[in-house]
Every structure is written in structure tokens, then in C-alpha cells.
């Protein structure tokens, strides 16, 4: 009913940047908040930016002023992430809290993950 697909990501050195983007396509009704999270290896998948469907934000304190959550009409989130640091690297999900035409309710829908290593 709702698929998302991410893109970007990738390897770069610490200081540098790089950009992610999550794409919901389906038959969708509506899209409420808009997430990245991410996993780094061996421990739990955290909260890292979301934005809201009127485009409030919010961000883990270890990404404010490096990375940028912003949102492209109703169903395209972008995560810039500049300054990246080795504790960067995971891998990191697009969720999206979404209502499928045919269903009842918003119903929570994940991307399939992309990896972001920050290593020199």
C-alpha cells in the first residue's frame, strides 16, 4: 500500500557531507510525520530528525547544527547531513507515518535502509 524508497548515502571522510532522500509512492491518503532513524552495529535504531506534516522539526541532540531534515510536498523527505563524525555511521531508515487509502488508521511504513559510513 505505501512503499518507500531512500537513495544517497555512502562513504565519506570525516567534515564531509552527504544527502538523504526517501520517496513514498502507493495509494496514500495522507502523510503525518516524516523520520529518519538510524542503527549502528550492535546497538538499538534511534530517532535521529522528523518533520511534521505543517513542517515543525525536531532532532537528537548529537545532529543539531549538522544535519537538516526538510520536506518536498507530501511525501519526499531529505536529510542533509553535513560535518558528518565517525559516530555517524549506521544505517539509516526513512519511516513515515502514513494513512493508506483502504485502511482505518495512520499505520507506520519503514524504507529498507541505507548505509552512511564516516571513516578516513
Known amino acids: 500500500q505505501v512503499q518507500l524508497v531512500q537513495s544517497g548515502g555512502g562513504s565519506v571522510q570525516p567534515g564531509g557531507s552527504l544527502r538523504l532522500s526517501c520517496a513514498a509512492s502507493g495509494s496514500i491518503f495522507d502523510i503525518n510525520n516524516m523520520t529518519w532513524y538510524r542503527q549502528a552495529p550492535g546497538k538499538q535504531r534511534d530517532l535521529v530528525a522528523t518533520?511534521?506534516?505543517?513542517?515543525?522539526t525536531d532532532y537528537t541532540d548529537s545532529v543539531k547544527g549538522r544535519f537538516t531534515i526538510s520536506r518536498e510536498g507530501k511525501k519526499t523527505v531529505y536529510l542533509q547531513m553535513n560535518s558528518l563524525i565517525p559516530e555517524d555511521t549506521a544505517v539509516y531508515y526513512c519511516?513515515?507515518?502514513?494513512?493508506?487509502?483502504?485502511?482505518?488508521?495512520?499505520?507506520?511504513?519503514w524504507g529498507q535502509g541505507t548505509q552512511v559510513t564516516v571513516s578516513s
Open positions: 518533520i511534521s506534516a505543517s513542517g515543525n
Open positions: 519511516n513515515v507515518n502514513a494513512w493508506a487509502r483502504g485502511t482505518s488508521r495512520y499505520q507506520d511504513y
